[in-house]
């Protein structure tokens, strides 16, 4: 079924192929009939960061922008969502096209630059959200804001969702605003990650409620840089590290249209990228952090690889482009039989 409605959405340019399906989904959810095609399935429950998910299967970072299809993303049965990722003010991103697809090898190209609507907007949909299923949000700076006062764009994002959100990342991974990763480096880390965590525990008194706080790194870095991340995100401390962004490598896709794009690479090419740095994650963790794995998950299979790495969650985007919500269905079932 999926096959056919994809034959005719990839006659389509990808921006638009995503958002005829996603507004689709909507009116299906407005109207019931969402519970009707894809009934209740219960997966492994998880009790993680003081969250507890129904099951270990969410739906990543840049699917959901502004929050506009939470409910029918969650009505697919996901254990979480990760809307945004969302600046301060609503910025346009790229000019398009921006988002190429590599069907061979079932990826992506994409360079969006943080199209979003804003945190108030954001703000806004997490209000009238009607599911119970966990949304985490994504956050970012405005491309304007100088990497010396990053901390104060992501900051200001999380005093406005905090008594909304269940979860909050910090996104200092994506290649396409200009110097972002450069945050991954301890000398901007360090800052971004201590002032943060103080609001956070300012906040916590206020409302009562304490956000875990997770950073979502590359899959570009050594091993070295790997362990430098983990062992600041212990020390601060965080909660955990979603693992990865998209790749500005091309493994694998060399010779195919669109393989020249610049962006970040995501789907199947990027599984051993994402792994790579998976294992080095878990190894200097220690389990002191969770874990998120996301990048070129595209099977059942592959998802228990993440999950026997070490992974207590995982995260889709590419693959449900090319195969539909039957995958992430068919993770959620085999998650049963994880230990
Ligand atoms: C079009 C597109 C937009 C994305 N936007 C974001 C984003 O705003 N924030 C983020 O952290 N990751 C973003 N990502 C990265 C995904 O969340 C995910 O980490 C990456 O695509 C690897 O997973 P996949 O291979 O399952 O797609 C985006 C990915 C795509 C394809």
Known sequence: MYKVLRYFLFMLSPEV?????????????????????????????????????????????????????IDCLAALGVGFIEVGAVTPKSQYGNPKPRLFRIKEKQALINRMGFNNKGIDYVVKKLKQRKTKCIVGVNLSKNKETPLTQAHEDYIFCLTKIYPYADFVTLNISSPNTPGLRELQAEIYLINLLTNFIKKRNALV????????????IAPDLTQAEV????????????????VTNTSIQRPEVSEYKNAHQSGGL??????????????WVIAASEKKLAVIAVGGIDSVNEATKRFQAGANLIQIYTGLVYQGPKLVREIILKSNSYE
């Open 266 to 279: 995501s789907g199947t090419p990027i599984k051993e990228l994402s792994t790579q740095i998976l294992q």
């Open 227 to 242: 362990q430098e991340i983990v062992s600041i995100a212990i020390k601060i401390p965080i909660e955990g590290i979603i």
């Open 17 to 69: 192929a995503h958002w005829i399906t996603l507004s689709f989904l909507n009116i299906l959810n407005f109207f019931g009939l969402l519970k009707i095609v894809f009934p209740k399935i219960n997966g492994r429950s998880i009790d993680i960061m003081g969250l507890s998910f129904n099951n270990p299967v969410g739906i990543a970072a840049g699917l959901d922008k502004n929050g506009d299809y």
């Open 205 to 216: 008194k206020i409302y009562n409620k304490s956000l875990p706080v997770l950073i979502k």
